[in-house]
């Protein structure tokens, strides 16, 4: 087939520091550095195709390729827990594995929104293998859509979310699992995933930078718009890194931008669980965030929390069209919950929906009877209710796990510069 990508691309991204054009697969503008850059697509209608999974997108994603695959995202109207809630429009989406309502999310959770299209978007700009740090639902993501696609992932995890780490498949020798000894710290996993795509020349993941991963995401509002024909007036979800909810956010403006609905952004509803809390205690009282800062305290707080894949000490906050300008811009809001909140939400999701949710989806959940408490969603308000994951019941029940085995086991004291250095002879090429 001819190559018209060159005539015709199919987007570019623009810098939200100075709005400068670039083409892909650019993930920093080389003048202004940290403000984020957003895709523009030449296709600007909201045209979804009638096709299984996230791909009925396409148009709005970053990769040209296409996957056949039923993961995507899933939104249906509530009628139980709406009732026990009080809420006349609530809608679910429930971005986890649960075939009784639809969703085939093979390794149950929002993450499988962005793997393919990660890979996709990155093979077609010449990378041969990808590295990226995770807590647990990213690796597992991407290990899954790595052995499908055949392409190399190398995997950094802190040796305390290691154990979690498995796919209902088998797994290709290609996906390498670096795992970060007797650590439950996400920031040192980002630290060494950096160090080594650095010095091994291995094209980074790039989080909230991923172009691809925050389109995959913004699937959730598209699917929303798509099935219920608007914009939902309120959105919450569980956030760590608070990508999910820039993802939101962009996804919003885009369908405003296409001219077809009406209404304002959704406000969004951000929830993290307490004592670890950073994007909270920022945007409702004002502390900076310092992933430098009495790291000690830090982890001691994140041993306690329930929902441990919400614990990021560095989320992407202040910068430009990070998460305070979504929040910002959406007139949004923040919450935080404990443990016990979380567990009677868990409770009550499972018994309105008969589909086990995760502690992310509880957190929402518990943020969102907190919000009518307070009337700031009124009772006959739209409200879109991300259930990010499930537990994995569900996903065990109906397949054969495998595990993820560590390819390379490094203590904490060598992540440096130097301590990199020592792999060469696990990354050599010849
Ligand atoms: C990653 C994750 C989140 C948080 O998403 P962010 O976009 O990183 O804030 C919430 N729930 C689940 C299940 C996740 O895997």
């Not at 990508?5 to 503008?29: F, M, Q, V």
């Not at 390729?65 to 995202?73: H, N, Q, S, W, Y």
């Not at 959105?235 to 939101?248: D, L, M």
Request: contains cysteine.
């Amino acid at each position: 087939m001819p190559d018209d990508s060159a005539k015709s691309p199919k987007l570019s991204l623009r810098c939200l520091g100075c709005s400068r054009e670039y083409a892909p697969p650019a993930i920093r503008c080389p003048r202004c550095k940290e403000p984020l850059l957003r895709t523009e697509y030449a296709k600007t209608d909201f045209a979804p195709i009638e096709r299984d999974g996230i791909f009925k997108f396409s148009d709005w994603l970053p990769p040209r390729e296409t996957v056949d695959t039923p993961i995507g995202p899933l939104v249906y109207r509530s009628d139980r827990l709406a009732e026990r809630l009080g809420l006349k429009r609530l809608y679910i989406a429930f971005n986890g594995y649960a075939p009784s309502v639809g969703a085939m999310n093979m390794t149950g959770s929002f993450k499988d929104f962005e793997a393919f299209p990660s890979i996709l978007y990155m093979r077609e700009h010449g990378a041969e293998s990808v590295i990226l740090a995770s807590a647990g639902n990213t690796a597992r993501a991407f290990a899954y859509a790595g052995t499908l696609l055949d392409f190399p992932v190398y995997i950094v995890a802190p040796e305390a979310m290691a154990n979690h780490l498995w796919v209902p498949i088998v797994p290709s020798d290609s996906i390498r699992l670096i795992v970060v000894a007797g650590s439950n710290d996400y920031t040192l996993a980002i630290e060494l995933a950096g160090l080594i795509a650095d010095r091994f020349g291995i094209p980074p993941e790039g989080g909230v930078r991923n172009v691809a991963r925050r389109d995959g995401m913004g699937t959730v509002i598209l699917e929303y718009a798509r099935t219920v024909g608007a914009i939902p007036q309120h959105y919450f979800q569980a956030v760590g890194s608070g990508t999910g909810a820039i993802a939101a956010w962009e996804a919003s403006i885009r369908l405003l931008r296409s001219g077809r609905f009406d209404g304002d952004l959704p406000r969004l509803h951000l929830v993290q669980n307490a004592p670890f809390t950073p994007i909270h205690d920022a945007w409702t009282h004002g502390i900076p965030i310092r992933p430098d800062l009495d790291v000690e305290a830090q982890l001691s707080r994140i041993r306690e929390v329930r929902a441990d894949v919400l614990a990021n000490r560095d989320p992407p906050y202040g910068i430009h069209g990070g998460v305070a300008d979504a929040l910002r811009d959406t007139d949004g809001c923040t919450y935080a919950v404990t443990n016990d909140q979380i567990k009677s939400a868990e409770a009550l999701f499972a018994e309105a929906e008969g589909i086990p949710t995760g502690p992310e989806g509880g957190a929402a959940l518990s943020a969102l009877t907190e919000a009518i408490e307070t009337e700031r969603v009124k009772l006959d308000d739209s409200v879109l209710l991300n259930i990010t994951g499930n537990e994995d019941a569900l996903l065990k029940r109906d397949y054969t796990i495998h595990r993820l085995k560590p390819w390379l086991t490094l203590r904490p004291g060598k992540v440096s510069k130097d301590g990199v250095k020592r792999l060469e002879p696990y990354f050599r090429t010849d």
